[in-house]
């Protein structure tokens, strides 16, 4: 059985503009309320390097402008709920200084991968220490386990892995299959071992498994799709978003963008911008209810029928998560929720992490949807998540 997984990255805009109260905390709780009229759960990935910042200034300020109160509330009430909080970290934030109404981030700390291993290490137990003291309370068996770095920067492995398995981290969820970025973070999952299967990830490289690995990867589930899948009202409105919380500072700062994916030996060197191709994620935000519908299904196709539960990871963003998402969202859960023998809603704790080498090496070869050419080149940031 396909088990959904809806992850949901919870911060404010990446440039350091927004309202935490407006971006986080409205927009979860509409998921929450959808989520549990269907019996789905919610995965929250707190960026807590930007919660630990609206503490400090609601000390410094004696005011919780930032709603500090309010989101770690909400938390506590994910988890009462029965859903999940796991962790998410935007380093940019740690060192970041409030001045004229927004953040300005310590850019030199935004690629997660690149940061030193002792640096790695203690704000890796900084925030798993504050999400157990904080939801322990709820849940006396509650664990921090699960982590996402922000942009996905995990690439190269090394130091992440260790500091997270040396934190007692049991589960990566940063890699999608086929996706690619050039600039402040680099990383190339081409070869990432499935778009959907976990592994026990390697320590030099994550997107490859090594049977004595202490982590395993669960991969945001992913398609290399040509560039029209992309188009739907709610990429376009992504788009729009992005350009209106562009990054800037005293250096212009230009976050990485989405490379297309790697052509095919044989095909020709330059192709029409319509036939390459690229990551395509399953994210609540961007895709219609009806995309993901036939992505689970495609899923199914290729992994299901293993006798394993198996995962298929969703990913969202609450600052996105608009009343469009809500209603399009809603064929989905209802279509999950009607196929209880095919498919189901699960938390990262759900799953059996020993029975997954077997469900890899009996999926059908990851195959490709065709496409009308070869892909080469950049992709358009439009298609940037
Ligand atoms: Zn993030």
Redesign the pocket.
């Known amino acids: 059985m396909l088990k959904a997984i809806f992850t949901l ?1 919870y ?1 404010i805009h990446g440039n350091g503009d927004g309202c935490p109260y407006a971006l986080m905390v409205e927009p979860t709780e509409r998921m929450l309320r959808q989520f549990d009229q269907h019996g789905a759960k919610l995965t929250i990935l707190a ?1 807590i390097a930007e919660i630990l910042k609206f503490r400090q200034y609601a000390e410094e300020f004696g005011r919780d402008d930032y709603h500090y109160f309010k989101i770690t509330a909400q938390l506590r009430d994910a988890i009462r709920r029965g859903h999940d909080v796991q962790l ?1 970290i ?1 380093a940019s934030y740690f060192n970041a200084k409030y001045a004229a109404g927004r953040w300005r981030q310590d850019w030199s700390e935004y690629n997660f991968a690149g940061l030193n291993p002792e640096r790695l290490r203690e704000i890796v137990r900084q925030g798993k220490e504050f999400l157990e003291s904080l939801l322990r309370p709820v849940n006396p068996h509650y664990r921090c386990s699960v982590f996402r770095a ?1 942009n996905w920067s995990v690439s190269p492995s090394k130091n992440v892995v260790r500091a997270l398995v040396e934190n007692g981290f049991t589960i990566d969820t940063s890699v999608f299959k086929y996706g690619r970025r050039d600039g402040l973070v680099n990383f190339d999952y081409t070869n990432a071992c499935s778009g959907l299967v976990p592994w026990r990830a390697a320590e030099e490289n994550l997107c490859e498994a090594d049977p004595n690995g202490k982590l395993f990867e669960f991969p945001i589930y992913s398609e290399n799709r040509w560039v029209g899948a992309f188009l739907t009202p709610q990429r376009i409105y992504r788009a729009c978003v992005g350009r209106l919380h562009r990054f800037s500072g005293s250096r212009e700062i230009i976050p990485s963008t989405p490379v297309a994916a790697k052509a095919p030996q044989n095909a020709p060197q330059k192709s029409h911008w319509l036939a390459r191709k690229n990551a395509w994620k399953a994210d609540f935000n961007q895709c219609s209810g009806r995309q993901l519908i036939r992505a689970l299904e495609r899923a199914e196709a290729q992994y299901g029928s293993q006798g394993v539960d198996l995962p298929f990871v969703l990913i969202g963003h609450s600052k996105l998560f608009t009343g469009f998402n809500e209603w399009s969202l809603r064929s989905f859960l209802a279509f999950v929720e009607k196929n209880p023998k095919r498919f189901g809603f699960g938390k990262f704790s759900d799953f059996d992490l020993q029975s997954f080498g077997n469900a890899r090496k009996a999926a059908r070869p990851e195959r490709e949807p065709a496409t009308p050419g070869g892909a080469t080149g950049k992709a358009e940031p439009a298609f940037q998540n």
């Open positions: 990255d911060e960026d998410h935007h922000a």
